[in-house]
């Protein structure tokens, strides 16, 4: 392990834009928030404003085009949920068809046909409930993701209430809550944020990567949505997170792992077995440049892969007290961002390791040794959302294929 801040392979860092924050996108004018998804435990608001006003121009603020949009991806309480989502009425029973229509009851299971059908609550209830609370910031990459805690804003230093809440006890000492914000958001992780309408496996063959995968990656590669890691894998940002810097990679603490100890207040020596690591969830990012995908791994890179598993599992003994053969060490294809990454994650929290999407690295290591070219021969099989654009680009380069295939059988 290498305990040095090494830079080789890395990108020169990334100047620190001002860290916005969400009281600000809040109390901005206009805002908007609208719920995109909800589960059991998470929520993604997305919140439209418009970008703060130049004080050169007056008028760069006004313009429909320009309006900002940021993820508010929220780690929830039931309470929080029935706020952004209440239960659904109940569905009209067979006793209630046959009922008198003219009859009271009948009157009011119509209403409640009615109320189903909202599908979802009203933008200034969202905001209402976000202003509810303060937001202090735990982390953030000097890009457009920041790490923050929900806290009450009932009680000020003085020991005055500074306002009533909007949701009496939603803010209370047990109704805090955890966020990851990105602002600016993309279209991409904003399509990522919500459910999706429909998936279908995709088999992609070296020349669908080539003509239709490749120049996709790339054209995300040059833009600036990447511009975090470096950040990162530097060691500038996000060092309470951090748990190795070897010189060819960086292990730090995955933002999935929301129930992790904060990384500001608890030491970690107290993060040794602790009731959280049942959700271990842990990443590591190379620091080399151009390693994009597991399209690119080649033999030469066996060493690196081998190092990651060896380094990464043992720091996660030290640290969590878990055994290696306890932990799950895999990549996805595709993966969330094009910068090659790896996931470790405990056998028990299954999160990410779909068998359509998940390759293990001690599978990779293996199929590397056999052949150095093995990934940029092999047809490797995925879900997409049927709503990407990847995924109907694809379709057309299969079914291209597909007839080029029939014309020489036919020939």
Known sequence: ??????????????????????????????????????SDQHVNILVTHRPEKDEKNDNSADDVDDMVKSLFK??????????????????????????????????????TDETEKVESVPSSTVLSFLSDFHFRLTSESGAEYSYYEALPTLISSEGQVERTPTFPGASSTQ??????????????????????????????????????????????????????????????????RLLINHKDFVLNVDTKWRSHPDALLIPRSEWYQHPATADLYCLGIVKQSGLRTLRDLRGEHIPMLKAMILEGTKAIQTIYGIESNQIRVFVHYQPQFCHFHVHFT??????????????????IVQNLEM???????????????????????????????????ENMDVE
């Open 74 to 111: 929220l780690t929830l309480i039931p309470f929080h949920r029935d706020i952004l989502n209440p239960p659904a009425p109940p569905k009209e029973t067979d006793g209630d068809k046959n009922s008198d229509p003219k009859s009271p009851d009948a009157k009011r299971t119509k209403r």
């Open 1 to 38: 392990m290498d305990s040095q801040n090494s830079k080789e392979g890395a990108d020169e860092v990334v100047s620190d834009p001002p860290v916005v924050r969400p009281e600000s996108i809040l109390s901005f004018d206009g805002a908007t928030a609208q719920t995109l998804s909800i």
């Open 371 to 405: 052949d150095s070219d093995y990934y940029k021969k092999r047809t490797i099989s995925f879900r997409l959302r049927t709503t990407d654009s990847l995924y109907e680009q694809l379709a057309e380069a299969a079914c291209s294929e597909m007839k080029t295939a």
């Open 346 to 363: 405990r056998l028990e929290n299954e999160v990410g390791c779909s068998m359509e999407r998940g390759h293990l690295v001690s599978d």
């Open 175 to 240: 109704g805090g809550f955890k966020m990851e914000m990105i602002s600016p958001a993309t279209y991409r992780q904003i399509a990522r944020a919500m459910p999706a309408p429909s998936t279908a496996l995709v088999n992609e063959t070296p020349t669908m990567y080539q003509t239709v995968s490749e120049p996709f990656i790339t054209s995300i590669c040059e833009g600036n949505s990447l511009s975090w890691i470096q950040n990162v894998v530097s060691a500038k940002k996000e060092v309470e």
